[in-house]
């Protein structure tokens, strides 16, 4: 198929994390930009993209999944498939020789380059990344802002700097510039997002700006935007300055996404997390002292190399010890590329299985536990979408990220922020009832 011809209909889908969604609202709105519309389906698609995942090996075997559909699909009509993202960009060339359904292969730095292939352009290679303009997706009332990309840290088992590159921070003024458009836009909560977004550091006008300068300056120059969140803080990278500016900031939302990845010292050292258990619990500890509200929500790993029931166990008492909210909870994968992989004292999978099954019952327990003891009193929410079980009821989410379900008394819009009372609660989602003045 020549891949270089013109298309009319593309069908995107995205995998993994929030940048790749944001990455995939911009890749969209140049997709739309150079004349192409969304199809319905793939099947009346005639160009096919998939954004891809490397993280754990979980989310690449769906895209072989994936790629077997569209290579059945492609016998029965014209479609051009590009693979995109950070498998695309471990794999390269090695996918269009075990993947012959892919037409084109574009690593993560090549994403922006997708429209103008599509429609007839340069499939030319990008060396470096490139933040776009707009990160936006039209109507919405969140939208994710980048504000740096990729890792310096090299985790023993994490794929992402040899997927994403290293740590590029935004200029701040197209941050600024993007703040701007959202406020006209109309959208009510931003989410600034890097793999290490705590790491930001830029040189602006002569200045070093760093995450809390950046965090404070958006703080002031928002008005309709009412919630600022951040993703994914690397504890290492928590500083005073940045806990300062989320206490005394209203705007900052007072719910942290905060990875632990183990609560033992031994394993965080040999996983190159650069804390320890002690620094985490201070940090935590830290950030309750000074915004007393606050909620924290993590990511957690067990069976890592050398993990032994004793540090199991401490990963298990941090967990009771902090009671998070939530938590993404995973047993150690092996990600070929990555120093942990050829490390001694591999964790049987049974043994991984079973320890996983355990703390997601403890964190389940807590969740419902800390959920019981938050089904009180007024809380605002901001209004996200029409219930799609009763055409009656809202659905919004509080500060705190929590999902809330109610029936509004008056007339509401998604993208107001609507005060509700809290009643009971229905698996993790609150019900409530809406509070009119």
């Given at each position: 198929?020549?891949?270089?011809?013109?298309?009319?209909?593309?069908?995107?889908?995205?995998?993994?994390?929030?940048?790749?969604?944001?990455?995939?609202?911009?890749?969209?709105?140049?997709?739309?930009?150079?004349?192409?519309?969304?199809?319905?389906?793939?099947?009346?698609?005639?160009?096919?993209?998939?954004?891809?995942?490397?993280?754990?090996?979980?989310?690449?075997?769906?895209?072989?999944?994936?790629?077997?559909?569209?290579?059945?699909?492609?016998?029965s009509?014209?479609?051009?498939?590009?693979?995109?993202?950070?498998?695309?960009?471990?794999?390269?060339?090695?996918?269009?020789?075990?993947?012959?359904?892919?037409?084109?292969?574009?690593?993560?730095?090549?994403?922006?380059?997708?429209?103008?292939?599509?429609?007839?352009?340069?499939?030319?290679?990008?060396?470096?990344?490139?933040?776009?303009?707009?990160?936006?997706?039209?109507?919405d009332?969140?939208?994710?802002?980048?504000?740096?990309?990729?890792?310096?840290?090299?985790?023993?088992?994490?794929?992402?700097?040899?997927?994403?590159?290293?740590?590029?921070?935004?200029?701040?003024?197209?941050?600024?510039?993007?703040?701007?458009?959202?406020?006209?836009?109309?959208?009510?909560e931003?989410?600034?997002?890097?793999?290490?977004?705590?790491?930001?550091?830029?040189?602006?006008?002569?200045?070093?700006?760093?995450?809390?300068?950046?965090?404070n300056?958006?703080?002031?120059r928002?008005?309709?935007?009412?919630?600022?969140?951040?993703?994914?803080?690397?504890?290492?990278?928590?500083?005073?300055?940045?806990?300062?500016?989320?206490?005394?900031?209203?705007?900052?939302?007072?719910?942290?996404?905060?990875?632990?990845?183990?609560?033992?010292?031994?394993?965080l050292?040999?996983?190159?997390?650069?804390?320890?258990?002690?620094?985490?619990?201070?940090?935590?500890?830290?950030?309750?002292?000074?915004?007393?509200?606050?909620?924290?929500?993590?990511?957690?790993?067990?069976?890592?190399?050398?993990?032994?029931?004793?540090?199991?166990?401490?990963?298990?008492?941090?967990?009771?010890?902090?009671?998070?909210?939530?938590?993404?909870?995973?047993?150690?994968?092996?990600?070929?590329?990555?120093?942990?992989?050829?490390?001694?004292?591999?964790?049987?999978?049974?043994?991984?299985?079973?320890?996983?099954?355990?703390?997601?019952?403890?964190?389940?327990?807590?969740t419902?536990?800390?959920?019981?003891?938050?089904?009180?009193?007024?809380?605002?929410?901001?209004?996200?979408?029409?219930?799609?079980?009763?055409?009656?009821?809202?659905?919004?989410?509080?500060?705190?990220?929590?999902?809330?379900?109610?029936?509004?008394?008056?007339?509401?819009?998604?993208?107001?922020?609507?005060?509700?009372?809290?009643?009971?609660?229905?698996?993790n989602?609150?019900?409530?009832?809406?509070?009119?003045?």
């Amino acid at each position: 198929m020549d891949i270089h011809k013109s298309h009319s209909r593309y069908w995107l889908e995205t995998y993994g994390c929030q940048m790749n969604t944001a990455e995939s609202n911009a890749l969209e709105s140049a997709l739309q930009a150079a004349g192409m519309q969304p199809a319905k389906s793939a099947e009346e698609a005639d160009c096919a993209i998939l954004n891809t995942c490397s993280v754990r090996k979980t989310a690449e075997n769906r895209i072989w999944g994936r790629i077997g559909f569209f290579q059945h699909l492609k016998q029965s009509q014209a479609l051009t498939l590009v693979v995109t993202g950070c498998m695309a960009e471990r794999l390269g060339d090695e996918f269009l020789k075990d993947a012959p359904a892919v037409d084109h292969v574009m690593g993560t730095n090549d994403k922006q380059r997708i429209a103008a292939l599509l429609s007839g352009g340069s499939d030319e290679r990008d060396t470096a990344y490139s933040f776009t303009e707009s990160y936006h997706k039209e109507g919405d009332v969140k939208s994710y802002i980048p504000i740096m990309n990729g890792c310096n840290n090299f985790c023993a088992y994490c794929i992402v700097p040899y997927v994403r590159g290293r740590e590029v921070s935004r200029d701040p003024q197209s941050i600024y510039d993007e703040v701007a458009r959202l406020e006209q836009a109309g959208v009510r909560e931003i989410t600034l997002l890097g793999q290490n977004v705590n790491s930001y550091d830029y040189t602006y006008r002569g200045q070093i700006i760093r995450f809390p300068d950046l965090l404070n300056e958006i703080s002031h120059r928002v008005s309709s935007i009412q919630w600022i969140r951040f993703e994914s803080p690397h504890p290492k990278d928590f500083s005073k300055a940045l806990i300062d500016v989320i206490a005394q900031q209203p705007v900052v939302a007072k719910h942290l996404h905060v990875p632990l990845q183990s609560g033992s010292s031994r394993v965080l050292e040999m996983m190159h997390r650069r804390y320890s258990r002690e620094r985490y619990l201070q940090l935590i500890g830290d950030l309750k002292t000074a915004v007393p509200q606050i909620t924290f929500t993590t990511d957690v790993m067990v069976g890592f190399p050398g993990e032994t029931e004793k540090d199991f166990s401490d990963t298990l008492s941090l967990m009771q010890d902090v009671r998070f909210l939530e938590a993404f909870m995973y047993y150690f994968n092996p990600r070929e590329g990555t120093k942990a992989v050829d490390m001694p004292d591999q964790i049987p999978t049974e043994i991984r299985m079973q320890r996983l099954q355990k703390l997601i019952d403890l964190q389940r327990s807590i969740t419902h536990e800390e959920k019981k003891k938050r089904c009180k009193g007024q809380h605002l929410v901001l209004v996200e979408q029409i219930s799609k079980k009763n055409e009656f009821q809202y659905l919004g989410r509080t500060e705190h990220d929590e999902m809330v379900v109610f029936e509004p008394k008056s007339t509401i819009a998604i993208g107001d922020f609507v005060s509700v009372e809290l009643q009971g609660l229905v698996g993790n989602t609150f019900t409530a009832v809406h509070s009119v003045d």
